[in-house]
């Protein structure tokens, strides 16, 4: 989404049925309590898998209580990024698909659902490794904490960017409790939020239950469809178990399922050629093209906008056990599925039929971290076992010049008519003489004289796209329309039309991943802490059952891109590709304390994100290639400060990250390619 639907002109009223506890970190209260004259607040976290007081943890770290969250309007994924420094989160595929950014590390515009975020995004400990349930859990909850930097020796996964951990309410084995917020805000938003606690055996039992609704009208009006779109439609709900056998021994199991299924707002596209118009001469700033006047700021005009659903569910089980005064173990287990259809989306942006692709992903992940935890004196450490694997089966369509079907068809071409302008390195058929030599003049038939490249049955006419091209360029020069499906010179040449690119593509990413861990540091002096993490990842990334068809005019399967085939033959092997690495990573640490309130620190860290496939590729199996994994080296100093009795409080934070094969995303033509480049960042917050 590029606004949202629910603004700060809401309305809401909050009941508390009995005893509404404080927010919770761990179990420690999240010491609300100020000093005596009245400073600020202390937080308590567990960035470093052990209850600390924020201020006294050597990273840059932010945290928000569940109340704060309340107050402060935090009612979906985005709205954090306004009081977390670096962070910034878009939201391109609706209110649960946020991609986030810390310190500029970010998910990009990689658009596949095979790619996994170099953010780590954990619920209640539990790593979320399917990117598009990402913001599907925001409602009751204790407590957000933001980590700025590599992660990995505390953490379930190995990221480069960071972490953003969610952590729920749950039963505080006390006295029954409830919550309910409803909302009414701008376009007709209607939101109902609650949470309802029954203490079941008082100390012992809890059972904790709550969800959250949201519906309300769009903010961007599509005249070709006559409908409001970028619509909110969420509903959500959670039952949290909570037993305590022993004072030693503390389980919880959690449940879960949402559905987010809004109209989709279109993109504003600008067009690429003069008077911002497209390739077939549409602008959106032609009043006779728009019923008479240009298309308002909210406004786009598309043909086949559609839906972002998303949904998930899970199950996940905390078990933690105090073997002694200085020892715990804590297992984490986690399992969730997920589904993803973006159905259809249409990518040009206009009324006619340019472009409109439909991307639908279904995810099965399962997770299990195990770790050991000491607290001693002057030393603290964990260790920990981790292992994870996430399955995501994707099913794509693909729609290119839809608009050439009833052209064709209109001209009496016959259904079984195939020639899809797809430049896959296997069916190039024949090019014209003027896409060997540029130089020649496009607009002479004598230079369109087919050249044969070794596929005599013209699966696949270069030469067709190449005309279609100069003869946009020819009509468009004084902002003309489109004047064909191939321009005169070639047709007299003899080259056929090109049809529309009509196809499916499919495949699997399965990415297993197993690591072992340690995180300690040492108090040298009262005043002087050193740190020191390390973590061995070992990481398969696999490409499976990778095939992708293409249709002729009529609907009927013509040929194979991956594997290549042609004609089609249902027989031969999908695509199948393996890929691992193994990689150590860490961070080392020292933090001084200068005065009581004043805590300085140097870092230096490294992380990783695990390689992928290119995984929309769907023209050739060559273009199905291997990423690398990501590194980068991070390096930070800060200083954490409270002045005037703690009535004021600044941190401060430098970093410098130096990266080596960051995944980014290239669009050429209509495919899309996953890159690795390497750079530098470098900043400050305050």
């Keep these: 989404?590029?606004?949202?639907?629910?603004?700060?002109?809401?309305?809401?009223?909050?009941?508390?049925?009995?005893?509404?506890?404080?927010?919770?970190?761990?179990?420690?209260?999240?010491?609300?309590?100020?000093?005596?004259?009245?400073?600020?607040?202390?937080?308590?976290?567990?960035?470093?898998?052990?209850?600390?007081?924020?201020?006294?943890?050597?990273?840059?770290?932010?945290?928000?209580?569940?109340?704060?969250?309340?107050?402060?309007?935090?009612?979906?994924?985005?709205?954090?990024?306004?009081?977390?420094?670096?962070?910034?989160?878009?939201?391109?595929?609706?209110?649960?698909?946020?991609?986030?950014?810390?310190?500029?590390?970010?998910?990009?515009?990689?658009?596949?659902?095979?790619?996994?975020?170099?953010?780590?995004?954990?619920?209640?400990?539990?790593?979320?490794?399917?990117?598009?349930?990402?913001?599907?859990?925001?409602?009751?909850?204790?407590?957000?904490?933001?980590?700025?930097?590599?992660?990995?020796?505390?953490?379930?996964?190995?990221?480069?960017?960071?972490?953003?951990?969610?952590?729920?309410?749950?039963?505080?084995?006390?006295?029954?409790?409830?919550?309910?917020?409803?909302?009414?805000?701008?376009?007709?938003?209607?939101?109902?939020?609650?949470?309802?606690?029954?203490?079941?055996?008082?100390?012992?039992?809890?059972?904790?239950?709550?969800?959250?609704?949201?519906?309300?009208?769009?903010?961007?009006?599509?005249?070709?469809?006559?409908?409001?779109?970028?619509?909110?439609?969420?509903?959500?709900?959670?039952?949290?178990?909570?037993?305590?056998?022993?004072?030693?021994?503390?389980?919880?199991?959690?449940?879960?399922?949402?559905?987010?299924?809004?109209?989709?707002p279109n993109p504003y596209?600008?067009?690429?050629?003069?008077?911002?118009?497209?390739?077939?001469?549409?602008?959106?700033?032609?009043?006779?093209?728009?019923?008479?006047?240009?298309?308002?700021?909210?406004?786009?005009?598309?043909?086949?906008?559609?839906?972002?659903?998303?949904?998930?569910?899970?199950?996940?089980?905390?078990?933690?056990?105090?073997?002694?005064?200085?020892?715990?173990?804590?297992?984490?287990?986690?399992?969730?599925?997920?589904?993803?259809?973006?159905?259809?989306?249409?990518?040009?942006?206009?009324?006619?039929?340019?472009?409109?692709?439909?991307?639908?992903?279904?995810?099965?992940?399962?997770?299990?971290?195990?770790?050991?935890?000491?607290?001693?004196?002057?030393?603290?450490?964990?260790?920990?076992?981790?292992?994870g694997v996430d399955k995501i089966d994707t099913r794509n369509e693909i729609d290119f010049f839809g608009v050439l079907k009833p052209i064709l068809q209109g001209a009496g071409v016959p259904n079984s008519f195939f020639n899809a302008p797809v430049s896959a390195p296997q069916a190039a058929a024949i090019a014209p003489a003027f896409a060997v030599n540029p130089a020649l003049d496009p607009t002479n038939p004598a230079n369109c004289s087919a050249v044969p490249t070794g596929n005599p049955n013209g699966f696949l006419d270069a030469r067709s796209l190449i005309a279609l091209l100069t003869d946009i360029q020819v009509n468009n020069s004084g902002g003309g329309g489109f004047g064909g499906a191939i321009s005169a010179a070639c047709r007299a040449a003899g080259a056929p039309p090109f049809g529309p690119i009509s196809g499916e593509q499919k495949y699997t990413i399965k990415r297993p991943s197993a690591a072992i861990y340690f995180d300690g540091s040492y108090d040298l002096t009262d005043a002087l802490t050193v740190s020191v993490g390390l973590r061995y990842t070992m990481d398969k990334v696999k490409y499976q059952n990778g095939r992708t068809v293409l249709y002729d005019l009529g609907g009927t399967i013509r040929a194979s891109t991956i594997p290549y085939t042609f004609p089609y033959d249902p027989n031969a092997p999908a695509l199948e590709q393996n890929e691992k690495a193994n990689r150590l990573t860490g961070r080392v640490n020292i933090s001084y304390d200068f005065a009581d309130d004043i805590m300085g620190y140097l870092n230096y860290s490294r992380g990783y994100r695990s390689g992928s496939f290119n995984g929309l590729a769907y023209q050739g199996t060559n273009q199905v290639y291997y990423i690398q994994p990501e590194q980068i080296n991070a390096y930070e100093g800060g200083l954490k400060m409270r002045f005037l009795d703690r009535r004021v409080q600044l941190n401060l934070a430098g970093f410098y990250y130096d990266y080596k094969n960051h995944q980014v995303t290239q669009v050429i033509g209509a495919t899309t390619f996953t890159r690795s480049a390497n750079g530098r960042l470098y900043g400050g917050e305050a």
């Design 1 to 264: 989404m590029t606004k949202k639907a629910f603004l700060a002109t809401c309305l809401s009223t909050t009941m508390l049925i009995g005893w509404h506890a404080p927010a919770l970190a761990q179990d420690a209260p999240a010491e609300e309590g100020t000093s005596d004259s009245g400073g600020i607040a202390e937080i308590v976290v567990t960035a470093q898998k052990r209850a600390q007081n924020l201020q006294d943890v050597p990273v840059a770290v932010s945290a928000l209580a569940g109340d704060e969250l309340e107050s402060r309007g935090v009612s979906e994924t985005s709205d954090l990024q306004g009081f977390v420094p670096s962070l910034q989160i878009t939201t391109p595929y609706g209110r649960t698909q946020p991609n986030f950014s810390l310190r500029g590390v970010s998910v990009a515009n990689e658009f596949s659902a095979s790619t996994a975020s170099p953010v780590g995004v954990y619920v209640d400990e539990v790593y979320q490794s399917f990117r598009a349930s990402h913001g599907q859990q925001l409602y009751d909850l204790e407590r957000v904490e933001v980590l700025r930097g590599p992660q990995g020796t505390l953490y379930g996964r190995n990221t480069t960017g960071g972490a953003i951990s969610f952590f729920s309410n749950k039963p505080q084995l006390g006295a029954s409790e409830g919550t309910l917020t409803v909302g009414y805000g701008n376009y007709d938003t209607k939101t109902v939020e609650g949470a309802v606690e029954a203490t079941l055996v008082p100390d012992k039992l809890g059972i904790r239950f709550a969800g959250t609704f949201a519906k309300g009208d769009g903010w961007q009006y599509n005249p070709v469809q006559d409908r409001h779109v970028g619509t909110t439609n969420t509903i959500a709900g959670r039952v949290s178990l909570r037993w305590k056998p022993t004072d030693t021994v503390d389980i919880n199991l959690k449940g879960y399922i949402a559905r987010d299924n809004p109209l989709a």
């Design 269 to 387: 596209a600008l067009g690429q050629l003069a008077g911002g118009r497209d390739v077939l001469g549409y602008s959106r700033f032609d009043p006779a093209q728009n019923g008479g006047a240009p298309l308002g700021k909210n406004e786009v005009a598309a043909d086949t906008g559609g839906r972002y659903f998303t949904s998930s569910r899970g199950v996940a089980l905390n078990v933690a056990v105090e073997l002694s005064d200085t020892l715990s173990l804590t297992s984490i287990t986690g399992y969730d599925g997920g589904k993803y259809r973006n159905s259809p989306f249409d990518c040009d942006g206009s009324p006619n039929s340019v472009c409109a692709l439909r991307y639908n992903s279904v995810s099965q992940n399962f997770n299990q971290d195990l770790r050991l935890n000491y607290k001693g004196d002057r030393l603290n450490f964990v260790a920990g076992l981790y292992y």
